[in-house]
Structures are given as C-alpha cells and as structure tokens.
C-alpha cells in the first residue's frame, strides 16, 4: 500500500486486495494510505458498506471514515449515502464491522456543523433501531459528536 501509485490503481485491483483482508490493520492501512487517493474511493466506499464479507464491510466504513477526514474538497452531499449506509448497518453485531461503523459516523459528523447535525440525527434514528449493536454504535458517536471538544471546534452554539 505504500509503494503503489494511486491513479494506477483500478478497482478491480483494490476488490483482489480487499478479499485477501484477514486482519484490522490491513484493511485499515489500505483505506488509509492507498485506497482513498484513488479515482474509486468513493464509490468503493459505499459499495464495501453493504458488502457481507467481514473485511470488505469493514474497508468500506473505514474508507468512508478516511474520506471524511482527508477530502477536504467533498461537498457534504457525498457523505449524505454513507450516512444512509451507517444507520442500513449499525445494527451489524461483529466486532470489526460495528467500531467501522461507528467509526464513519463520527468522522462524518466532525467535518464541519451541517454533518454534524445530520450525523447526530442519524444516530438518534439507530438508537431507536434497537439491538447493541446499534445502540453501542449510536450512543458511542453521540458522546463524542455532541461532546463539547467537537461542539467548540465546530463553532456551535448549542
């Protein structure tokens, strides 16, 4: 992941790679450094959200997470379907998968104050889903994302 170019990177390489995820920090250090500078991050991203392979879910939620935190030119309207995707699966009960999950949302919600609030309603909504893992997933993101560290450095008044 740290040797290969970005922009010759294709999707069919980065499914070969994601299907050969066994562990968390693979997955997590392709995202990171290599998957999110290609041309297919984004639509990547959400197809991995709905995937059923424990890895390839988990890459697409800690893609939408490392987006969240590095494109700094995405319009708030490319987070709007991960944020859908968050609250179709946060009631995902494996381990790797849910802190994924939970963990996209909380990145969503601190880019800027329009995210945040929409992210904290996403959580209210997943809280209400029932079932642990979602409510871990919700109640976990509402600490930090209405805590007030996030709030100040958004510029809310709440």
């Not at 995820?21 to 998957?35: N, P, Q």
């Not at 390839?56 to 709007?80: M, S």
């Not at 998968?97 to 969503?108: D, S």
């Not at 996403?122 to 600490?143: C, E, K, P, Y």
Request: charged letters at 30%; one cysteine or more.
């Amino acid at each position: 992941v740290f040797l290969e170019e970005p922009k010759l990177v294709g999707g069919e390489q980065m499914e070969a790679w994601a299907a050969q995820f066994d562990s968390w920090a693979l997955c997590d250090g392709a995202c990171i450094h290599l998957f999110r500078r290609t041309a297919q991050a984004w639509d990547k991203a959400l197809e991995w959200c709905g995937r059923e392979d424990e890895y390839v879910k988990r890459a697409g939620f800690a893609l939408a997470a490392t987006l969240a935190v590095n494109d700094k030119a995405a319009p708030d309207e490319r987070f709007l379907p991960l944020l859908e995707a968050v609250e179709r699966e946060a009631g995902d009960s494996r381990n790797l998968v849910k802190k994924a999950v939970n963990w996209a949302l909380r990145q969503i919600g601190k880019r800027n104050l329009g995210l945040n609030s929409q992210a904290i309603a996403a959580a209210h909504r997943i809280a209400s889903q029932g079932g642990a893992a979602a409510r871990w997933v919700a109640h976990d993101a509402l600490r930090e994302l209405t805590g007030r560290a996030v709030q100040e450095r958004l510029g809310s008044r709440r």
